[in-house]
């Protein structure tokens, strides 16, 4: 009903960004401003309430985070989504945290989503181009891939920025092979008890780890897996 990018979709929209600077989740300007731009009823499946603060199931044993985890991550890697860098989305699912990445790093930058079902890699580009995202996608500065994430995307790495957005028992060493010195990564790490964890590395190529939250997040694994449900 609301997938159309005027009236009072938009309006909704600034509301629940509002709302997530009511209860403190969010205090950057740059945070506001693309979550303003990128409306997420353009990014959840028709018929769902888009801008109620809790996950979305998107198909396929998939999810869209709540608002206040995207908000939460996206301050987490603000330092590291300046205009110029490099991004790197794995689980990309509908391609809304991609097209937030792209606003960010703008066109001199480039903001990668990796996703490991064809289907969801179609969905979310055709989501992106109804979005303020499309100018990007059209540019060349955004794409979406089709491919198991837990691999990264070695082809535009190094990367100032990981997200990864469903649970790994623990971080897979592509991805932190392909952060760049000085990156972040924000991930879910566990089983059934999981923690984002915040991952940066040194200038001098050491890593340092730590819990931001406990969270819930589907499993990253195999596609397989994943469809099967396990």
Request: hydrophobic content about 35%; glycine content about 10%.
């Amino acid at each position: 009903m609301e997938h159309h990018s005027g009236g009072s979709g938009t309006n909704k929209n600034k509301q629940m960004v509002e709302q997530l600077q009511r209860y403190g989740v969010i205090s950057s300007k740059k945070v506001v401003e693309v979550m303003e731009t990128i409306d997420r009823a353009l990014f959840v499946p028709d018929g769902t309430p888009a801008y109620v603060d809790s996950p979305m199931a998107i198909g396929y044993n998939a999810t869209i985070s709540a608002p206040h985890m995207h908000a939460t991550c996206l301050q987490l890697l603000e330092e590291n989504l300046q205009p110029g860098m490099h991004a790197l989305d794995v689980g990309s699912g509908t391609g809304y945290l991609t097209a937030c990445f792209a606003t960010m790093v703008g066109p001199q930058g480039r903001a990668i989503g990796v996703e490991h079902i064809p289907e969801l890699v179609a969905s979310s580009i055709k989501n992106i181009e109804k979005s303020a995202a499309v100018s990007p996608l059209k540019g060349g500065s955004l794409s979406v891939h089709a491919g198991d994430g837990r691999e990264g995307w070695p082809e535009h790495a190094p990367y100032d920025a990981i997200h990864v957005g469903a649970a790994a028992p623990e971080i897979p060493q592509p991805l932190i092979d392909q952060l760049k010195p000085g990156g972040r990564m924000v991930i879910p790490v566990g089983k059934i008890f999981q923690d984002l964890q915040v991952v940066d590395k040194n200038l001098d190529g050491s890593v340092s780890i730590r819990s931001e939250t406990a969270v819930r997040y589907v499993p990253l694994t195999s596609r397989d897996a994943q469809l099967k449900g396990y």
